[in-house]
Structure formats: C-alpha cells, structure tokens
C-alpha cells in the first residue's frame, strides 16, 4: 500500500530525529525511500552580493547542498539503496509537486513550537495543506523513539460527516497491510445544555450506530471508543488509552482558499503523543 517514501530533509536534529520512523514505516511495507532537499538559491546576504555575481553564489550554494545531501543520514539509507534529490524552490511547493510524482507518503517533523494556520512559514503546515498524498508527522521525534516492530495499534480519529468514510477505508487497508490493530475512536462535542445523563446515552448511543453503520460500509471490524468532551482532548486521550502508535486523521480531499486542513487536524498533529498520518 505505501510503496514509495518521500522523506523531505533540512538537516535539523528533528528531522534527523524522524528518520528511526521513515525506517519503521518502510520496514512495516517493504517501501523504497527518497530523501529530498530544497535548496533556496535565492537567499543571498548583501556582503555577497556585494562580492561576487548572483550566479556564482547560487552555484556555491547549490554544490554545498549537494554535500550535504549527500553526507546526511548515510548510513540509516545508503546512497546504494536511497534516492536523493535535490531540488531549489519554494519548499513546501516544491515538496508537494514532488509527492505527486507516485509517492504514497510523505514524512515530516513538525519542529514542535506552536503549530498553527497562522505560522504560513511552517513549511510542514503548507506541506499539508498542499499535498495530496497521505502526510506522516511527529512533533517529538528527538524525545520519543518508535516502539517494538512488533507492536502495531493504530487509531482512526472520525466524526461522522461525509468524509468519514474515505478517511476510515484509507486507516482500514493501511492497518491491515501493516498487520496492525485497528481501534475507532470518536468524539461527542461537550454541551454545556446537555446535563441530562438521558440525553448523554442517547447521543453515545446514536454515536455507536453511525459508527457501525460506517465500519459496515467500508468492511470494517475495528474496536469503537466513543467519549463525550472537547474533542481534541478525548481524542488525544482515547489515542493514549489505546496505546496507539499511529493516530489516523481526516482532512479535506480538495483544496480551497484556506487550504485543505481544519483547526482541529492541526491541534491534534500538534499536541499528538504519537505519529500522526492525516489523509
């Protein structure tokens, strides 16, 4: 299902840090991994310009990359068996246009900090808003190393709208191919007007039918947790619960003005305990 890694780089500790995942997830699939790096040639210092033309500097630039490239994270992908690309650009763009070359994936760091719309020079967060393949993040990689091969629990986080089912068939074969257990968890908005105990067990137990309903739609058997609560909170604490390693979330299949992620996906990518693959 996923054959191909993209594996974008910057030379950070985190992303460094992310490469113990990119081997896990193509250990778990038997992918090929590509790492590439974006080479901005346009960012020249006064001094120089002042001391040498713009093509001579992009040049040196460009050739510095190149080592670089080539000397990262050698021996966790061998320049025998990995691809590397080096590209020059707008990042993000440059990372999105490449995904759609037949990746199934792209892995990030998201370089912790506050992760927000707001923040448009994150190109991890434009990354997501532009891409359309499935995008793998982790806000603690340098802190957080991946569990045993052995354990596999995924966590499909759904609500039940429209999109709902393309987002629980996507973490359905993805699970399935990675010999992982599926759970679906799924979140009651907090009512303030909703003291009644009654009215509580009914709207959980709406909530169980139209999961069901779905799971029966997309030939799922996954376990359900449904909760009652602001929403980012308990599903992030259903994903504990559930001992996840990987936390399955929706965003929007097509983009538009404001891009195709949600306030709440970028809450959970950012606040997550384990990685995240929104698609």
């Known amino acids: 299902m996923i054959e191909q890694i993209l594996f974008p780089v910057d030379f950070s500790p985190s992303c460094a840090a992310m490469a113990a995942y990119v081997q896990r ?22 001094f120089e310009l002042y001391a040498r033309p713009g093509n001579e500097i992009a040049e040196e630039h460009w ?18 068996t990995c691809r590397r690309i080096l590209s020059a650009g707008d990042a993000a763009s440059v990372i999105a246009q490449t995904a759609k070359k037949n ?6 760091p998201t370089h912790a900090g506050r992760f927000r719309r707001m923040l448009l020079g994150s190109t991890t967060s434009k990354v997501l808003d ?15 190393a991946p569990r045993s091969l052995e354990h596999r629990h995924w966590a499909c986080a759904i609500g039940l709208s429209v999109d709902s089912e393309r987002v629980l068939r996507y973490a359905k074969d993805a699970a399935s191919a990675a010999g992982a257990k599926l759970a ?3 979140a009651i908005p907090a ?7 009654k009215e509580v067990s009914q709207a959980v137990r709406r909530a169980h039918q139209g999961v069901a309903a779905l799971q029966g739609r997309v030939g799922s058997q996954a376990s359900v947790g449904v909760t009652v609560g602001k929403v980012k ?22 983009a538009h003005g404001i891009g195709r992620m949600r306030d709440l996906t970028y809450a959970l990518i950012r606040d997550s305990p384990c990685p995240v693959v929104s698609v």
Do not use: W
């Open 130 to 144: 532009e891409a359309e393949c499935p995008v793998l993040t982790m806000q603690h990689a340098e802190t957080i």
């Open 25 to 46: 997830v193509a250990a778990i699939y038997k992918s090929e991994v590509t790492i590439l790096y974006v080479c901005d040639l346009a960012s020249h210092s006064g």
């Open 103 to 108: 990746f199934d994936l792209v892995v990030m």
């Open 191 to 197: 009512d303030e007007g909703r003291s009644d105990p």
């Open 63 to 80: 050739n510095i990359a190149r080592s670089k490239l080539d000397r990262f994270l050698t021996s966790e992908f061998p320049p025998a």
């Open 233 to 254: 909170e308990a599903l992030l604490h259903a994903a504990r619960e559930s001992n996840a390693d990987v936390l399955v979330v929706g965003r929007s299949p097509h």
């Open 184 to 186: 679906v968890i799924h």
